[in-house]
């Protein structure tokens, strides 16, 4: 089993920056996908940015590219997602998942979440 904490959430303004991270403890973090996901209110959770296990390979939905960054750092089990230029529509609970292949299709341990607002 894997447990996640997701951290640096918080409130910011429109333009502002965050960096959250997604702390892991448990079985062998560094052979992991991570994604981070996010939930707005009176919405359903979706993707943000995954990165495979070694960081070769990252992936985002169209409308975080550019914008957001996700790294990891195997040597402390942690895995980042530093967002620049944040707007109001990135308002959400964000959410760091694993799975064991980049091609899985199933997030297999999920973290709490951390709530990002963005005031305009």
């Known amino acids: 089993q894997v447990q996640l904490v997701e951290s640096g959430g918080g409130l910011v303004q429109a333009g502002g920056s965050l960096r959250l991270s997604c702390a892991a403890s448990?079985?062998?973090?560094?052979?992991?996908?991570v994604g981070w996901f996010r939930q707005a209110p009176g919405k359903e959770r979706a993707f943000v940015a995954a990165i495979s296990w070694s960081g070769d390979s990252t992936n985002y939905t169209d409308s975080v590219k550019g914008r957001f960054t996700i790294s990891r750092d195997n040597t402390k089990n942690t895995v980042y997602l530093q967002m620049n230029s944040l707007k109001p529509e990135d308002t959400a609970v964000y959410y760091c998942?694993?799975?064991?292949?980049?091609?899985?299709?199933?997030?297999?341990?999920w973290g709490q979440g951390t709530q990002v607002t963005v005031s305009s």
């Open positions: 448990g079985r062998p973090f560094a052979t992991y996908t």
């Open positions: 998942a694993v799975k064991r292949g980049w091609y899985s299709r199933e997030y297999a341990y």
